[in-house]
């Protein structure tokens, strides 16, 4: 099974601040990764795949990049409604997985 | 926009069996360009998939639940279910249904999550 390895865990960042959050396969998974977003109580919602790709309505403040098997996503001036847990999953192979998440709250 | 909305108990005893229904509030439940899929959050931690579904009939599990889990899409009711048996505590989570679009992408077919339920906290109770 394909490990995703997400970090930090957790962050403190101010409104405006650009924030980077990394997420790590195990093994090579080509761009077969997306990227969402969770507010409490709420449903995920989907950002971005292809690992680079923005999902139809998603602001261009949140970009991605990939680098092998280390993939990363940005957040540039971030906004009061960007505090939230964000996750990345595989779905290049079975099991699809997910990170253990990284949850952006306000410092 | 599409809806899917999920319903099924919030309480299930130990050893019996969860079932969540989730119906999806337009047709394309009958496209061959979705799934439909079951992904779950015990309280305080993260996503794992459960597996997905397809009107064709060609249906995924994740194999650490697979023994224990049913999934079925009934195009004639827009609707597709969960069944999950012999639950213990461990299965209390927060389960969710989603669609899983297939986005074509430089030459790719990319697999993506793109609608959820509301979800739905099911507590296994001894």
């Known amino acids: 099974d394909i490990q995703m390895t997400q970090s930090p865990s957790s962050l403190s960042a101010s409104v405006g601040d650009r924030v980077t959050i990394t997420c790590r396969a195990s093994q090579d998974i080509s761009n077969w990764l997306a990227w969402y977003q969770q507010k409490p109580e709420k449903a995920p919602k989907s950002l971005i795949y292809g690992a680079t790709t923005l999902q139809s309505g998603v602001p261009s403040r949140f970009s991605a990049s990939v680098s092998g098997t280390d993939f990363t996503l940005i957040i540039s001036d971030l906004q009061p409604e960007d505090f939230a847990t964000y996750y990345c999953q595989q779905y290049g192979y079975y099991p699809l997985s997910f990170g253990g998440g990284t949850k952006v709250e306000i410092k | ?126």
Do not use: M
């Not at chain 2, 305080?44 to 459960?50: A, D």
């Not at chain 2, 069944?83 to 505590?89: D, I, L, R």
């Open chain 2, 1 to 126: 926009q599409l809806q899917l909305l999920q319903s099924g108990p919030g309480l299930v005893k130990s050893s019996e069996t969860l079932s969540l229904t989730c119906t999806v509030s337009d047709d394309s439940i009958r496209s061959t360009h979705y799934y439909w899929g079951w992904i779950r959050q015990p309280p305080g931690k993260g996503l794992e998939w459960i597996g997905h579904g397809h009107y064709s009939g060609n249906i995924y599990y994740n194999p650490s639940l697979k023994s224990r889990v049913s999934i079925s899409v009934d195009t004639s009711k827009s609707q597709f279910s969960l069944k999950f048996n012999s639950v213990t505590a461990a299965d209390t989570a927060v389960y969710f249904c989603a669609r899983r679009a297939i986005i074509p992408l430089a030459g790719k077919s990319h697999h993506v999550f793109d609608f959820w339920g509301q979800g739905t906290l099911v507590t296994v109770a001894s």
